[in-house]
């Protein structure tokens, strides 16, 4: 039970921290002190206590978008494990609905940023509804290979099936699926190669221009948002590149968070080391992430 | 690592490197994909050697790993520093649509190797070989440089070479050997007859040679 | 099964009356209330028939060779009553409202007489258990909906549309007589029962072309591709509510047949399987690539519902693979999924196009590029279209994500049970339903936003108001029975199961009791429900939260942040088309989308002179069938030969005709 509960107070309280470490590594990458860890906390505080300027063009769906965003990521949040700490909430078939309650922030988000009626925005809301549908099925790719390989259907389940004795006898199936995966968490959370969160012209953003025109309490309910959505995806790919069983609930919480601190890290040297991509080489890219992840399938045995 | 296990380690570059294949216009890049591929492809009569190792099957690997893994890539190399070009410009066929063939391909193999009865052990390691045929011959039909056609060529090989470790372990030496060595005065005298042509025509796109057929 | 014949009885003694009422008003008071009092019978009627531990039969002798009017309500034949009804109703409250303005200048008696024999024609052909009574049925169903599309039959394009509809219409049900004399002959009776019990080895010979019959025949009517064409022409021509009730129920008749005739072909076979998911998922996402090219909101409410047929044989497919493989588990799951999915779509692609004919009303057009900024004008129906939107799109807690995630499940578990090569087809069906379900987001982020979001693009839709009371309750209605369905979902897959194990009920293999041992379809059921409105309360408690915080702050209203721009205008916000831009060059070959571009001049071109225009032809069309018809027009040249206008020539035919028959019967005799 208090394992359970680990794994989704854990998230709520670290997430902005994972967060933090990547602005850390890629500033360390670029010779820079970097802002302080903590100063993350301070904003979404800082937009808490703010009011709001509205678009006079908006309507409720405008201000629906990222309460509704925020309440999808966490309930999908209560599906992801943290190392060898089980989820909140685990069946057979979880893994659709996980994927599915992402889909409906997302939604929420996207007609957001079309109610202003900003062409900007309809720009960005325009990519990130074409690159989430391409990202969407190998996602499930990645998800069924993992389900074949454990013989579960849930994520909780395809996740604490794997062990350090699996990498011995299925590494190939293994890795390919985390290198799909963790392309597929760099393409979700809008992070180098697929977008740039910290470009400085609208015309080449993605997530960041569908939320210029938020402010304050929604834009500390996205800000929020996006650092659980990171979380999700880097506990998903860690807990198969790290598997834990030591049994002993504090060190399989610490190896837990070292894994999502390290997968952030990996995400902060991934951004430093590469740059963005053309838009049109993106969904190549994405398809590379289905191709690893078909592959595993095909090689899961059977 | 079982014998599998070790066999499919062997088939994820391959199937890899047949994607990226597909997938990439730089020149440079096919060369390193097709050299890594022959390179893994060249230790895999040792993975499906049922015996101990005998010295037929060393020797073919030897030879095989340094005629794909050095003596084609250094050839190509300078044949591309000669002809100074770096991309596959305009392919008859898009890239994301040369993947999805690609995959098409390779499950096609898949399901070839199901209706032959390939036996359990080889069944993916045969689908990648027949898979990496299909991907030269994609690459040879696809493209319009010569120089893109060789390394569809060199690819098609390294699929043979597979096909052949996989279906015949320990098989006829002499054959296989046979085959890189024709391959081998192939490569060399396709880079002298690129460079020719290229130094005729100020370009090696083959589309062109169709003004010549009158 | 007397409430079920009463039902019809109202809706053709309402029908006759509506005919007798003349054109004005009297004929729509009187055609819409019979229609909706017969529906809510015929509801009663069905529900019913759907807990009923024996199907009621019905069979009385008819004259017409062959026939007798034989009706059975099976719980398949139930589950398909339900949308013919629930649509019937809604759409008949809608039309009252639609039509009122058009009392006497159109002869609404008339459209009312065809309205109800539509609905009349799809509840005889779901229960039909008589090959030729089934045909007659489905020929009443299939012609009636030409007058209905006819309404303004003084547009060019409602004709067009009308006249291939009727020929997609007819050429369908060709297909299906050959496929019923074939069986009849084979069964020695015209009894869908006594088809069912053909031998396996007589059938057998017989199976595949008997299920291609099937399939082009009830296909067309589907509207799966490449059989789609007459779809996105017929329903945005006609008049909204006969749009909502043939996308949500009159296409579903083809799915209908489809299923039918499945259980009467004996054993099934890995290969029905795997063609019915190759056309699925065709279907859904060739369906929804070419909606992302329409402009006009009907027109792309039309390409989504041959999307959402393309799910429902996706789910079919995988549903029949399974079982012919021996894995009646996952079959069960994407069998009941597909069924739960033809409910779910009925009550959202009505509503949907119950709102796009709001649209229509109010502003007199549909085209996505001129509207905008309709939700402020019309806050109903944008919060109805947009709900709908994002819960057709499969989105949690809608009710099709219920349908859709049985099928995931069914597919997924396959996946993990069947040996690869079976398996490679569990896992494209479950990739492709993702696919699907991005393309519908969208899709439909696309549509809504562009009409109902931002500011006017032009003045057309600057005075729009949401419809009258009476358009507003049948959107209401479809809108609380979807939400109904979604909170209900866990009870109505135990009213699908019957049904999908009718379909299985051919099979070899033995049911299980639930579908899996592995996942327990109702806990999976509640768990999702229960999570995903848990999601839907959280939003509501952290919006409460939301406006807490902002309680006695300054909230101030601004223009939109324009990046630095002066002067911003409504005509520069995104449009359609850019907005699907990126898919929509990602499959350019595949759509072969038209670009006309004509580039400015010079260095201060005159204002005018550059044009920039897209268009999406329907490929199949004009590539396929366009000049397949041409081809046989061609042909058909040839026999003008014959034709010489001289009587004692064609008397010649007769006779040459009757000598060579009379031969060659002879001949076979000897």
């Given at each position: ?25 890629k ?34 769906l ?46 929420f ?31 499930f ?14 994520l ?37 190669p ?39 995806f ?24 070292a ?30 992430a ?13 | ?24 216009s ?21 993975i ?56 098409l ?56 070479f ?19 060595l ?33 | ?37 017969g529906?809510?019978?015929?509801l ?60 006497g ?18 509840a ?38 009308a ?48 299920f ?43 799915v ?6 499945l ?34 909101l009907?027109?792309?409410?039309a ?11 996706l ?8 079982a012919?493989?021996?894995?009646p ?29 709001s ?13 905008g ?35 995931y ?8 049970d069947?040996p ?17 379900g ?26 729009a108001?949401d ?20 909170l ?46 848990g ?51 990602l ?11 004509t580039?400015p ?70």
């Open positions: 039970m208090t394992a359970r509960a680990l794994s989704v107070v854990l998230p709520l309280l670290m997430a902005p921290l994972a967060f933090a470490v990547i602005h850390r590594v500033a360390r990458f670029a010779g820079r002190q970097g802002k302080p860890l903590m100063q993350i906390y301070r904003d979404i505080r800082k937009c808490l206590g703010k009011g709001a300027t509205l678009s006079r063009t908006t309507t409720w405008f201000r629906a978008g990222p309460t509704i965003n925020l309440a999808a990521t966490l309930a999908a949040l209560s599906f992801v494990p943290l190392g060898g700490l089980p989820a909140a909430v685990s069946f057979p078939g979880d893994i659709f609905v996980f994927a599915y309650l992402l889909a409906m922030g997302r939604f988000t996207i007609m957001a940023a079309l109610d202003t009626g900003s062409s900007f925005e309809g720009m960005g809301a325009s990519r990130e509804a074409v690159y989430s549908c391409l990202a969407e099925p190998m996602l790719l990645a998800l069924l290979a993992l389900a074949r390989h454990s013989g579960d259907l849930s909780s389940g395809m996740l604490a099936a794997v062990s350090a004795g699996s990498w011995l006898t299925g590494a190939p199936v293994l890795a390919l699926v985390t290198v799909a995966l963790f392309l597929i968490l760099l393409a979700e959370n809008c992070r180098v697929f977008d740039d969160p910290t470009t400085h012209l609208e015309l080449t953003m993605i997530h960041e221009v569908m939320v210029l025109d938020h402010g304050g309490p929604d834009f500390a309910f996205i800000e929020y948002a996006q650092t659980l959505k990171l979380w999700i880097a506990a998903v790919a860690t807990s198969l590149l790290l598997p834990a069983a030591s049994g002993s609930l504090v060190w399989d919480a610490l190896w837990g968070l894994g999502v601190f390290a997968a952030a890290a990996a995400v902060g040297v991934t951004e430093s080391v590469m740059a963005r991509l053309r838009l049109t080489r993106v969904p190549p890219l994405l398809a590379a289905g191709a690893f992840a078909a592959l595993a399938l095909i090689l899961v045995g059977g | 690592m079982d014998m599998i296990s070790l066999a499919h380690a062997a088939v994820v570059p391959v199937i890899l490197a047949n994607l990226a294949l597909l997938a990439s730089r020149l440079v890049t096919c060369i390193r994909l097709v050299a890594l591929q022959g390179a893994v492809i060249s230790v895999t009569p040792l499906f050697e049922s015996g101990p190792l005998t010295v037929h099957t060393a020797v073919l690997c030897a030879v095989a790993l340094g005629l794909k893994g050095v003596v084609f890539p250094q050839l190509l190399h300078r044949t591309l520093r000669r002809v100074v070009v770096r991309h596959e410009i305009e392919p008859y066929l898009g890239y994301p649509l040369s993947i999805l063939l690609g995959i391909g390779l499950l096609a193999s898949l399901w070839l190797a199901g209706r032959l009865g390939v036996p359990a052990a080889s069944y993916r390691s045969f689908a990648a070989a027949f898979a990496t045929i299909l991907t030269g011959l994609l690459l040879i039909v696809t493209r319009k440089k010569a120089f893109t056609q060789v390394m569809g060529y060199l690819a098609a090989e390294n699929g043979i597979l096909l052949t470790a996989v279906l015949a372990p320990g098989g006829p030496l002499f054959i296989e050997l046979a085959i890189l024709d391959v081998f005065v192939a490569v060399f005298v396709m880079g002298i007859a690129i460079h020719h042509i290229n130094r005729q025509f100020d370009c090696i796109d083959t589309d062109r040679f169709c003004s010549l057929k009158d | 099964m007397p409430l079920y014949l009463t039902a019809l009885f109202v809706l053709l003694a309402t029908a006759l009356a509506a005919l007798a009422s003349g054109r004005g008003r009297a004929a729509n008071l009187v055609g819409p209330l019979g229609c909706l009092a529906c809510g019978l015929g009663f009627a069905a529900v019913s028939a759907l807990t009923a531990p024996v199907p009621p039969v019905l069979r009385l002798p008819w004259s017409v060779p062959y026939g007798a009017i034989s009706l059975t309500i099976d719980p398949l034949s139930a589950l398909f009553l339900l949308p013919v009804f629930i649509l019937g109703a809604a759409a008949a409250l809608y039309g009252k409202g639609y039509l009122s303005g058009l009392a200048k159109r002869h609404l008696g008339a459209h009312w007489f065809f309205f109800c024999l539509m609905v009349l024609g799809m005889l052909t779901v229960c039909a258990a008589n090959a030729v009574f089934f045909l007659v049925s489905w020929e009443i169903m299939s012609l009636a909906p030409f007058f209905l599309i006819c309404l303004h039959h003084e547009e060019d394009r409602v004709r067009t549309a006249r291939t509809y009727l020929f997609a219409a007819h050429l369908g049900t060709a297909f299906l007589m050959a496929f019923f004399l074939i069986l009849g002959h084979l069964a020695g009776s015209m009894e869908f029962s006594a088809m069912a019990r053909v031998a396996p080895d007589v059938l057998g010979p017989y199976a595949p072309a008997l291609f019959l099937a399939l082009a025949g009830f296909g067309v009517k589907a509207g799966i591709v490449p059989l789609h064409v007459w779809l996105p022409e017929a329903h945005p021509a006609a008049p909204s509510h006969v749009s909502a009730f043939m996308s949500g129920a009159l296409i579903k008749a083809g209908y047949g489809v299923l039918r005739s259980t009467l072909l004996g054993p099934l076979a890995p290969w029905m399987g795997q063609t019915l998911l190759a056309i699925g998922i065709l279907t859904g996402v060739l369906g929804l690539l070419a909606g992302l090219g329409q402009g006009e009907k027109r792309f409410l390409f989504s519902s041959i999307e959402n047929m393309g799910i429902i044989f789910g079919l497919g995988l549903g029949v693979l399974a012919a493989t021996g894995h588990g996952p079959a069960l799951f994407a069998l009941s999924g597909l069924l739960f999915h033809v409910i779910n779509h009925a009550l959202l692609k009505g509503l949907l196009f119950f709102g796009a004919g649209v229509l009303h109010a502003v007199g057009h549909g085209f996505m590029e001129r509207l900024g309709l939700s402020k004008r019309m806050p109903f129906t944008a919060g109805a279209c947009v709900l709908a939107g994002a819960a057709i799109s499969g989105l949690p807690p809608g009710n099709a994500f219920f349908g859709e995630l049985l099928i499940v069914g597919g997924g578990l396959a996946a993990m069947m690869l090569t079976d398996a490679v087809w569990a896992w494209t069906g479950v990739a492709g339903l993702a696919f699907i991005g393309l519908s987001v969208i899709g439909f982020t696309r549509a809504c936003g562009m009409v109902f979001s931002g500011e006017p693009r032009t003045a057309d839709a600057v005075n108001h419809p009258d009371p009476l358009m507003r309750a049948a959107m209401w209605s479809l809108g609380l029975l979807a939400l109904g369905a979604a209900a979902a866990p009870f109505l897959f135990t009213a699908m199961l019957p049904a999908a194990r009718l379909l299985l009920a051919g099979q070899s293999t033995v049911l299980p009791v639930l579908p899996s041992e592995v996942v327990n379809p109702e806990t999976l059921l509640t768990a999702a429900a229960s999570l995903t409105f999601a839907a309360a959280l939003a509501l408690i952290l919006a409460f939260a939301r406006s807490r915080l902002l309680a006695g702050r300054s909230v101030r209203s601004h223009g939109t942040w324009d990046c630095g721009y002066i002067r911003p205008a409504p005509r520069m916000q995104y449009t359609a088309s850019s907005y699907a831009e990126p898919m929509t060059v499959f350019r070959r595949l759509l072969g989308e038209k670009r006309r571009f580039p001049e010079g260095l201060f071109p005159a204002t005018g002179t550059s044009r920039f225009a897209t268009e999406t032809p329907d490929r199949v069309k004009d590539d396929f069938f366009a000049p397949l018809f041409s081809a046989v027009l061609t042909a058909c040249d040839a026999l003008k030969r014959f034709q010489h206008g001289n009587l004692n020539l064609y008397i010649l035919y007769l006779l040459a005709t009757l000598v060579i028959l009379l031969a060659i019967a002879l001949g076979f005799a000897a």
